[in-house]
């Protein structure tokens, strides 16, 4: 073969192996994460409605869900609807709910997340007290607690109906809370492990999914800039208001 038509084979041939392992990254992370869209405003002022989020669908796989984390999951009241979520007590915590106090094996938790303004327990009359999150199940609570349909309405959401973690804002860009979604874990810092919680999710120690997250943010950006064009999934979970919001 002459020089020439080697160098050209050559070029030829890393062109389309650029070009494969592109593809091939675009539908792996295309599997790792998921677009959703806000319906509602169940998790003011952290996400408002008609927002496009990116939901990690892999770090679940090397480490349980964790307190604070923003999950999105198939709803136990419908399982045909998502909701979108904040995780406040594990498998084996104790959960106590006093109006608008949350109690967390008995810490009372300063929820920085929470807007004083958004405040509220619809469901004070349904009594959390003591209660232990079973196991594989979790707790969660929508940060506008005065409009949010979450456990202290129908109790705890499975692990198996968890899609994955909300991670961040793509869409639309220059609001409030664009980008990464916040960690709020110091809320929980003084909240002990009491119960069981063996078999929550496979725990893969020295993987560090969240660095893993970052470093392929830009590639996941440029999907959910695509994906914008896609209507995306629904989440929804507001109480029914007079003025007919949307479960």
């Given amino acids: 073969?002459?020089?020439?038509?080697?160098?050209?084979?050559?070029?030829?041939?890393?062109?389309?192996?650029?070009v494969v392992l592109t593809v091939l990254l675009f539908f792996i992370i295309s599997s790792a994460v998921q677009n959703y869209f806000v319906d509602g405003v169940s998790m003011e002022p952290n996400l408002h409605n008609a927002e496009r989020?990116?939901?990690?669908?892999?770090?679940?796989?090397?480490?349980?869900?964790?307190?604070?984390d923003i999950i999105v999951f198939a709803a136990p009241p419908d399982p045909s609807e998502d909701y979108v979520k904040r995780i406040i007590a594990l498998p084996g915590d104790i959960i106590t709910i006093r109006n608008?106090?949350?109690?967390?094996?008995?810490?009372t938790l300063s929820e920085t997340y929470v807007s004083s303004a958004r405040q509220g327990n619809p469901f004070a009359y349904k009594q959390i007290n003591n209660f232990i999150v079973p196991?594989?199940?979790?707790?969660?609570?929508?940060?506008?607690?005065a409009e949010s349909s979450d456990s202290r309405d129908w109790g705890f959401v499975p692990r198996n109906n968890i899609v994955g973690r909300a991670v961040l804002v793509y869409w639309p860009l220059g609001e409030s809370n664009d980008g990464l979604l916040p960690?709020?874990?110091?809320?929980?810092?003084?909240?002990?492990?009491?119960?069981?919680?063996?078999s929550a999710a496979i725990d893969i120690h020295g993987v560090d999914t969240n660095s893993f997250f970052f470093i392929v943010t830009p590639g996941i950006f440029l999907i959910g800039i695509w994906q914008r064009k896609r209507p995306g999934?629904?989440?929804?979970?507001v109480i029914k208001q007079r003025e007919n919001i949307d479960m």
Avoid at 100 to 107: A, E, H, K, P
Avoid at 233 to 237: A, D, I, M, N
């Fill in 1 to 18: 073969m002459r020089p020439a038509a080697r160098n050209q084979f050559r070029f030829v041939r890393e062109v389309m192996e650029t």
């Fill in 135 to 145: 196991p594989n199940d979790y707790f969660v609570l929508g940060d506008n607690r």
């Fill in 53 to 68: 989020i990116l939901v990690d669908k892999w770090s679940y796989l090397f480490h349980p869900p964790q307190r604070g």
């Fill in 183 to 198: 960690n709020v874990s110091n809320v929980f810092v003084n909240v002990h492990q009491t119960g069981v919680s063996p």
């Fill in 233 to 237: 999934k629904s989440l929804r979970g």
């Fill in 100 to 107: 608008t106090t949350v109690i967390v094996d008995g810490d």
